[in-house]
């Protein structure tokens, strides 16, 4: 098992890099092309960080691992919404824009209560999966939130910066590539090692993507926040966690949905409920304290929350 789990650290290794590669690059190809650092910020490193679920959920989805592919979103957001910003609350208290508690906090609840009703099936008559239309259903709103964004950009014009990342076209597509390369491997690493510690171990794939994959997928949106976190940024910080959480529900399922139709066990509601009761305390607590400000109890609460929880379901699988 040791070289199981040394192979699953090298899979993260390959993910987090490959992810920097790929958003380096990217952001090189975009700053050729003009285009402003906050938009850089709202996709592409968007993206990049949500970059290892993508990878993991598709790689699992064709192999039919359906439990690690809700696992893994619904834990990495619950490992974004309590942890990361937990760590980060108490490095710094986060204050918040007015547009993120009025629009993007309430708009990442909606997408939870569209995982919930979708997965559930209690639109339709079918068992409790997430078929290939509610993959459809689920990229729509993904593409209505990237107009949403679209939409803010034109209304939030930025100046773009005079420092750029000058490179030549063959090592911005070499870091693509290589980005790419690092993502895939990466996932594949981490996926099939982790279904076999788990058949070794006699633990459930849920417990394996709700805790391991779950939190070395989300290794990216910690590393950016705590580092925005340490700069004083509450807006890349805060932006990223809630961002990336839309982006896990709405396209990584969408895609894992499309390429396979999901079974949806039902012992996943309870995760669900965990995240909307997070994302609803993360919005009264906007008004509480000091108003759109995360303070420092509030941020400490998130994170003993989950780490309670999580020794709650491991105790519970090991009984």
């Known amino acids: 098992m040791l070289i199981q789990i040394l192979l699953i650290i090298l899979g993260f290794a390959l993910l987090i890099k490959g992810a920097d590669w790929m958003v380096y690059g990217s952001s090189a190809l ?8 906050l938009a850089i910020g709202l996709t592409i490193v968007a993206f990049g960080t949500s970059a ?8 699992a989805s064709y192999q039919n691992y359906s439990d690690i592919v809700f696992g893994n979103v619904i834990g990495s957001n619950n490992f974004n919404l309590f942890v990361i910003l937990g760590i980060v609350g108490l490095i710094s208290p986060i204050v918040v824009q007015s547009s993120t508690v009025w ?3 309430p708009f990442s609840f909606f997408a939870i209560v569209v995982l919930f009703l979708s997965a559930n099936s209690y639109l339709s008559s079918s068992p409790p999966s997430l078929t290939r239309i509610d993959g459809f259903v689920l990229l729509a709103f993904f593409a209505l939130f990237l107009f949403y964004v679209y939409k803010q950009l034109q209304n939030d014009p930025v100046e773009l910066e005079t420092s750029t990342i000058e490179l030549s076209n ?4 070499g870091f693509i590539g290589m980005g790419l390369i690092g993502l895939v491997a990466g996932g594949q690493f981490v996926v099939t090692n982790a279904i076999k510690i788990a058949e070794t171990l006699g633990v459930s794939e849920k417990i394996i993507g709700l805790t391991i994959i779950a939190a070395g997928t989300s290794l990216p949106e910690l590393v950016t926040s705590v580092v925005a976190a340490t700069k004083k940024n509450s807006d890349i910080a805060i932006g990223n966690i809630i961002g990336s959480n839309i982006f896990n529900i709405f396209l990584i399922l969408s895609i894992s949905s499309l390429i396979r139709p999901l079974p949806f066990n039902t012992v996943f509601n309870v ?11 993360l919005f009264v607590a906007m008004f509480t304290g000091i108003k759109q400000k995360l303070d420092r109890w509030e941020a400490g609460l998130l994170l003993v929350t989950y780490l309670a929880y999580t020794a709650y379901l491991i105790g519970k699988e090991l009984s």
């Open 30 to 37: 975009a700053k050729k092309n003009n285009i402003s650092d």
């Open 52 to 59: 290892p679920e993508l990878v993991v959920n598709t790689i």
């Open 103 to 105: 629009r993007e906090i």
């Open 170 to 173: 063959p090592k911005i597509w």
């Open 271 to 281: 995760d669900i409920y965990i995240l909307a009761g997070g994302t609803l305390f």
